[in-house]
C-alpha cells in the first residue's frame, strides 16, 4: 500500500499563487507517475498536470503557463506551483502516484479562488 498526505491548499485572490505538496509513504517500489488532478463542484476530475518517472510532463490545457509541477524523488514527493490563479481553478485538487502500475489518491485539498 502507498499512502499520500497532500498539504497546501487554502484560500487565495485571484492572481495569487500557492503550492500544493503530496509526500508518498509505504511500500513504493516503483513510481510511474506522480502528479495532480483536480474536480470542481458539478464537474469531472481532470488532469491538472503530471510528471513521470524520466521528467516528462503533461499539462490541462487550462493551467499550460500558470501551473509548474515538480519531484523529489528522494523524498517521494510531487509539488504544484500554481500562480495566476483564478475563480475557475477553484476546485479539490488530489494527489495521484503510480506505482508498479497502480494508481493510489491523496485524499484531496481545497484550493478556493475568491476576492
Known amino acids: 500500500q502507498v499512502q499520500l498526505v497532500e498539504s497546501g491548499g487554502g484560500l487565495v485572490q485571484p492572481g495569487g499563487s500557492l503550492r500544493l505538496s503530496c509526500a508518498a509513504s509505504?511500500?513504493?517500489?516503483?513510481?510511474?507517475?506522480m502528479g495532480w488532478y483536480r474536480q470542481a463542484p458539478g464537474k469531472q476530475r481532470e488532469l491538472v498536470a503530471v510528471?513521470?518517472?524520466?521528467?516528462?510532463?503533461n499539462y490541462g490545457d487550462s493551467v499550460k503557463a500558470r501551473f509548474t509541477v515538480s519531484t523529489d524523488n528522494a523524498k517521494n514527493t510531487v509539488y504544484l506551483q500554481m500562480s495566476s490563479l483564478k475563480p475557475e481553478d477553484t476546485a479539490v485538487y488530489y494527489c495521484?502516484?503510480?506505482?508498479?502500475?497502480?494508481?493510489?489518491w491523496g485524499q484531496g485539498t481545497q484550493v478556493t479562488v475568491s476576492s
Open positions: 495521484n502516484v503510480v506505482n508498479l502500475g497502480i494508481s493510489y
Open positions: 509505504g511500500s513504493i517500489l516503483s513510481i510511474n507517475a
Open positions: 510528471m513521470s518517472r524520466v521528467g516528462a510532463t
